[in-house]
């Protein structure tokens, strides 16, 4: 017996087989409308070479080798049928209309016997859905897509995975920072995997052109594969299954906002409808704690998807799919509903999670003021987010000297501030935090910025050794790893300040 391969898993085609699809299969950009997606074959590439593969994600789908053929699209086995998948989504607060998978080709969907997961190609070529672009991606952010959805994996926030980090051979241009100097980069194809890549957007598109027919299959589709728990034959079980979306969506952005990772573009687009963290662009890692800091520059005047507003955003996204949804209901008022289950959910988990940040027994009255006064201590001299929590869940007294690895300037610690925060939260922990909850939930290593450009950097010059020792200490990210401290448990450093690819992203990848 051969090791396990793409060809010896159990590809099956619930997706296509149940909702409406193009009548033309490849082919130039166009409107596909009363499709929810096009059957398209990635374009050959040149030279694949694979360079990062996920142990963890192989062994879930119960595959022993990685193809790198066959991983950056070049052939077919038995039982693919590749697609791309037609979305629509709201850009930065307006409807963008058409969108879709303008360089993402999903290989079909595998039945691992413990569920069904699509297995999606990410730079693979042209599809109906490229408009102006070229359905290519670029290294570095493959690089940063492969590592962060892996570290995110390992932090226990929702996500969808990568398997593998195919180069492609082919070089492609891009303008890096939209200043009309585009550079050619090394092309790259990421293998993502999750139960589905539907989004909000990929609902919204139906209801916006009034096709409710449409809608009506992918819905049930949707909950019927991926919600089995819920009905979509009624408005009560629709509501239901809109609040499973909430709690969901809620989750993950609560998950965010105790790990200090912002998104960069909450699109609606960009919306799991499963609520994973989803489409690695232009996103950021907190380094000083600033509420208002959004890593992408595309955003930077309004900072509509900054660190703080998260939540919020989460919450208008969630009314437009309910404004989809609604086309398929008698009764919509009762979709309010599901709304306010939002905000009780997300109320919920950033409480536990605030809980577990700070050691508590539960989230009480008056705990609410004690978070509110340490973000504002966090913003009174520039704290790094990362050391600071977990110098916290380790501290032996309330002595603000404790944290000093986490301040960029030790001389303008605001020692009163700090004091007096410290010993209220003292007092409330009674001398004794929960240690164990607090190490689970402030981690030691995240995917700072700096370290993928690190990682990319050596990439570039075909040394894929830095990359490979973030993956592997990210798998581990509330674990001390001794090794990895004096290098990885660090504030930016200053050559990262002004880096394009450090503090400044844009959405060109
Ligand atoms: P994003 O900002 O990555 O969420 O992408 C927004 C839309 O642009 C999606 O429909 C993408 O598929 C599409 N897109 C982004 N980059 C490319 C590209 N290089 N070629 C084709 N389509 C792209
Ligand atoms: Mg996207």
């Known amino acids: 017996m051969g090791q396990k391969s793409l060809g010896s898993l159990k590809w099956v085609r619930h997706f296509l087989s149940e909702t409406p699809g193009d009548q033309i299969s490849g082919g130039a950009p166009r409107q596909v409308p009363g499709a929810c997606w096009s059957r398209v074959e990635p374009e050959p590439m040149p030279n694949p070479v694979l360079r990062m593969w996920s142990e963890e994600m192989a062994s879930d789908l119960c595959l022993e080798v990685g193809e790198a053929g066959l991983l950056a699209g070049n052939g077919k086995v038995e039982g693919m049928d590749p697609y791309a998948q037609r979305y629509g989504g709201h850009q930065f607060g307006n409807w963008a209309g058409q969108l879709g998978d303008g360089r993402a080709i999903t290989l079909g969907e595998v039945d691992t016997g413990k569920g069904v997961l699509e297995l999606q190609l990410k730079g693979s070529g042209k599809t109906p ?46 303008d890096v920072m939209y200043d009309g100097r585009p550079a050619p980069e090394p092309g790259a194809i990421v293998c993502r995997v999750a139960e589905s890549f539907l989004r909000f957007g990929s609902f919204q598109i139906h209801a916006m052109s009034g096709d409710d027919k449409t809608l009506r299959a992918l819905v049930d589709n949707t909950v019927s594969q991926h919600f089995p728990d819920h009905s979509s034959d009624s408005d009560q079980g629709l509501v239901e299954w809109l609040k499973e979306v909430a709690d969901r969506t809620a989750l993950t952005i609560a998950h965010w906002m105790r790990v200090g990772f912002v998104h960069g573009v909450m699109n609606t687009d960009n919306m799991s409808i499963h609520g994973l963290t989803i489409d690695y ?20 005047s309004t900072r509509r998807y900054r660190y703080a507003h998260q939540g919020e955003v989460g919450a208008w996204n969630f009314a437009r799919l309910l404004e989809s949804i609604s086309l398929l209901m008698e009764e919509p008022r009762s979709l309010h509903e599901a709304l306010d289950s939002y905000y009780e959910s997300y109320t919920t988990h950033s409480r536990r999670m605030w809980a577990e940040k700070l ?114 200490m990210l798998k581990k990210p509330y674990e001390e790893q001794p090794k990895n401290e004096e290098e990885w448990f660090n504030r930016r450093p200053e050559w990262a300040r002004n880096r394009v690819g450090c503090s400044m992203l844009s959405c060109s990848s």
């Open 129 to 174: 859905y490229s408009r102006f672009a070229d359905g290519r991606a670029v290294l570095r952010s493959s690089i940063r897509e492969f590592l962060c959805s892996e570290a995110m994996h390992h932090l226990g926030v929702p996500t969808t995975r990568a398997l593998s980090l195919v180069t492609t051979g082919e070089e492609v241009m891009r």
């Open 281 to 300: 662009g232009p996103y950021g890692w907190l380094e000083g704690f600033d509420p208002d800091w959004t890593p992408n520059t595309t955003d930077s």
């Open 359 to 472: 050691g508590l027994d539960g989230f009480q009255e008056g705990d609410g003021e004690l978070v509110s006064e340490l973000t504002s201590v966090l913003q009174s001299t520039e704290t790094d987010m990362t050391i600071l929590f977990r110098m916290l869940s380790s501290i032996q007294g309330p002595d603000p000297n404790h944290l000093g690895r986490a301040f960029y300037d030790v001389e303008e610690i605001p020692q009163n501030e700090w004091n007096s925060w410290l010993a209220r939260w003292w007092e409330r922990v009674d001398g004794r935090p929960n240690r164990e909850s607090m190490l689970n939930a402030n981690p030691k290593y995240v995917l700072r910025n700096w370290m993928a450009q690190l990682a990319i950097d050596a990439a570039e010059k075909d040394d894929y050794s830095v990359a490979q020792a973030l993956h592997g």
